[in-house]
């Protein structure tokens, strides 16, 4: 009865901003490795940003600098501010968590960056 729900995608100008939310239940974030992921049409699944339960945080090299990815704990909740956004951005974002016993994936949100 695990569930990631993500939201926030959307259509975005290049330059412009998303925040992305997983609402997570069944689980407990603050305990878990939770990652966001991006799929574009052709290309593999990858890595976008991820945070430990100890709350060490890792990026992408393309999106150092310009993403953060975010826990709100009380509301089981993990975030991806996405800021001076790029058609290469333009992707399926995808929620993860890794616990213990299995890994987890959200449904996707749609985010397309136009030019």
């Known amino acids: 009865q695990v569930q990631l729900v993500e939201s926030g995608g959307g259509l975005v100008e290049a330059g412009g901003s998303l925040r992305l939310s997983c609402a997570a239940s069944?689980?407990?974030?603050?305990?878990?490795?939770m990652g966001w992921y991006r799929q574009a049409p052709g290309k593999p699944r990858g890595l976008v940003a991820s945070?430990?339960?100890?709350?060490?945080?890792n990026y992408a090299d393309s999106v150092k600098g310009r993403f953060t990815i975010s826990r709100d704990n009380a509301k089981n909740t993990v975030y991806l501010q996405m800021n001076s956004l790029k058609p290469d951005d333009t992707a399926v974002y995808y929620c993860?968590?890794?616990?213990?016993?299995?890994?987890?994936w959200g449904q996707g949100t749609q985010v397309t960056v136009s030019s």
């Open positions: 945070i430990t339960s100890l709350g060490i945080t």
């Open positions: 069944g689980i407990i974030v603050r305990l878990s490795r």
């Open positions: 993860n968590a890794f616990t213990p016993g299995r890994d987890y």
